[in-house]
């Protein structure tokens, strides 16, 4: 059974940092395309956040997250990171991870990434207070 799991969020002042991390069991996540999508309180859609290839060569990111994030691989521990800095209130979110193509790379701009990704996590939290 393919799982990925979330960790890492938490409370924080804005302008703070926080890292959240993913792994993932029945598949390897450095042999898949990765994400990061966020759901704010009271909407209905999730937001692509990040993306990055299989092989890390290729990384995307969001007009809101472009700057302040940056995602990344550690093929070492199978993990996928997410560095959020400069944290602001609108940030605010349950963010999610998850694993798309094998072998695959991230196109398009992120509202269009949402149906490429077959296998997502339970979410972690994340609030930042002004």
């Known amino acids: 059974q393919v799982q990925v799991m979330e960790s890492g969020g938490g409370s924080v002042q804005a302008g703070g940092s926080l890292r959240l991390s993913c792994t993932g069991s029945?598949?390897?996540?450095?042999?898949?395309?990765m994400a990061w999508f966020r759901q704010a309180p009271g909407k209905e859609e999730r937001e692509g956040v990040s993306c990055i290839s299989w092989n890390g060569a290729n990384k995307l990111y969001s007009d809101s997250a472009e700057g302040r994030f940056k995602i990344s691989k550690d093929k070492s521990k199978k993990m996928l990171y997410l560095q959020m800095d400069n944290l602001k209130p609108e940030d605010t979110a349950m963010y999610f991870c998850?694993?798309?193509?094998?072998?695959?790379?991230?196109?398009?701009?992120?509202?269009?990434?949402?149906?490429?990704?077959?296998?997502w996590g339970q979410g972690t939290q994340v609030t930042v207070s002004s």
């Open positions: 998850a694993a798309g193509e094998q072998g695959g790379y991230c196109s398009g701009s992120s509202d269009s990434w949402t149906r490429r990704f077959d296998y």
């Open positions: 029945g598949l390897r996540i450095d042999d898949y395309a």
